[in-house]
């Protein structure tokens, strides 16, 4: 039998310690919501939603030039140790008798932000640990399967993991993290040379802007958060009206399909992307998963006649499914048309525009359930509309993505003026 290649031996140690702070970072902040164990909690759930997205919105860019500025393993070690110091702080201070409180004031925005970076440096680090040809099944594999090991169990059971020992736990989970990314071997290239951070931020935007691919990204990024609750008030209308009666059973066939999206998307979404990105490409599998699985949202409405669970089953999980596909293969052509010195601040520019978006949605949260609650087919049928408005930017840009598709990976360094 053949020994594995480097190549693979790398990926593996990189997947799985990608997968640990995957996971743990998002298991953390409810754990952190209620370490405290006062009547200030709420003020510190409050205070965390207020600041973190702040918070995100203004490091984002900074953080994306720090990314290209050093070798992207580097700042991964950097942030999972300190998210490690982060979360174990905590337990910490409640064993020698201090008030958390004010320390979680700062370690819960921090977290989230810590998070967004690791995301960041994960993205732009994963072209140097494998080859362009296999970006999309390891992304499919980072972001689709190995995070759903510990996710969907807590989905399914309606398990939340707390305590200062899950903490620590978790913590220490964030330190073997780091030392897993520092053992991954990468071959990167050198970081270039500074010109001020005014200078590569706006270099970052600009070749964002400029190139057509990455602008069809980002909008279609935009739009799919703006569309989110259209399209999650609609399902949950449908969700209530498929299962009336049955939110008290346990168990049985009928709980495991109330459950659905929350598992098959990201096993059903992996398969297909493994299976069509050879053949399609991975631009034109993003929005042909999006045009193919949109029109399923229109199943919602049905969801109130005959067997409602099948209507809400196939409205429900089938678009979701094309969104993942969408956003693995999207993540893995920008990976590919980036220079890798500019991975970190597109990552950050998309960062941004998303969370505005994200913030510009909230307003649409109202509006959207009311026109849940009119029920019949023009809930499902604004969903629809709306999922299908997100492919727009990138069938637009699907004839320079082709043309993309033809050219080599761009691996090597580029002035600031060079044109994408």
């Not at 909690?41 to 995100?56: C, F, G, R």
């Not at 931020?201 to 802007?209: N, S, V």
């Not at 727009?392 to 044109?419: M, Q």
Request: some cysteine; glycine content about 8%.
């Amino acid at each position: 039998m053949a020994s594995p290649s480097p190549s693979r031996g790398r990926f593996a140690l990189f997947a799985l310690a990608a997968a640990v702070v995957c996971v743990c970072f998002p298991l953390a902040e409810p754990a952190l919501w209620n370490a405290d164990g006062s009547l200030t909690s709420k003020l510190l759930i409050m205070s965390d939603q207020t600041v973190e997205p702040v918070a995100i919105l203004v490091l984002a860019l900074p953080l994306g030039v720090l990314i290209d500025r050093t070798r992207p393993r580097s700042v991964l070690v950097l942030s999972a140790l300190l998210g490690a110091a982060a979360l174990a702080s905590v337990p910490a201070a409640g064993a020698l008798g201090a008030p958390t409180w004010p320390l979680l004031l700062a370690v819960m925005p921090a977290s989230g932000v810590l998070a967004m970076v690791t995301g960041l440096a994960r993205d732009a680090c994963l072209p140097s640990v494998v080859r362009p040809e296999r970006l999309l099944p390891a992304n499919v594999l980072l972001l689709a399967l190995l995070p759903q090991i510990v996710v969907v169990p807590m989905k399914l059971t309606g398990a939340v993991w707390q305590g200062p020992a899950f903490l620590f736990a978790t913590g220490l989970a964030l330190a073997v993290a780091a030392a897993l990314f520092r053992g991954v071997s990468t071959v990167e290239e050198p970081p270039p040379p500074r010109a001020g951070l005014r200078r590569e931020t706006a270099e970052g935007i600009r070749f964002t802007a400029r190139h057509p691919a990455l602008r069809a990204i980002a909008f279609y990024l935009v739009l799919s958060a703006l569309v989110a609750e259209i399209t999650a008030a609609a399902a949950g209308e449908a969700w209530e009206t498929a299962f009336r009666g049955l939110n008290g059973a346990g168990s049985g066939p009928a709980w495991w399909l109330m459950s659905a999206p929350a598992y098959v998307p990201p096993v059903l979404g992996a398969l297909v992307a493994l299976l069509l990105h050879r053949r399609l490409g991975t631009f034109r599998l993003a929005w042909w998963a999006l045009i193919v699985t949109g029109p399923f949202t229109l199943l919602l409405a049905l969801s109130g006649t005959g067997p409602g669970w099948v209507w809400y089953v196939l409205g429900a999980v089938v678009p979701r499914t094309g969104s993942l596909v969408a956003s693995v293969a999207l993540l893995s052509h920008r990976q590919t048309v980036t220079p890798r010195r500019l991975l970190g601040r597109t990552g950050a520019v998309l960062v941004v525009l998303t969370s505005v978006a994200d913030g510009v949605a909230g307003l649409l949260e109202g509006p959207a359930e009311r026109l849940a609650e009119l029920g019949g087919v023009a809930p499902a049928a604004v969903a629809t509309v709306a999922a299908l408005a997100t492919a727009v930017p990138l069938l637009r840009a699907r004839r320079s993505a082709d043309h993309d598709a033809t050219r080599p990976p761009i691996t090597g360094v580029l002035s600031s003026r060079d044109s994408p």
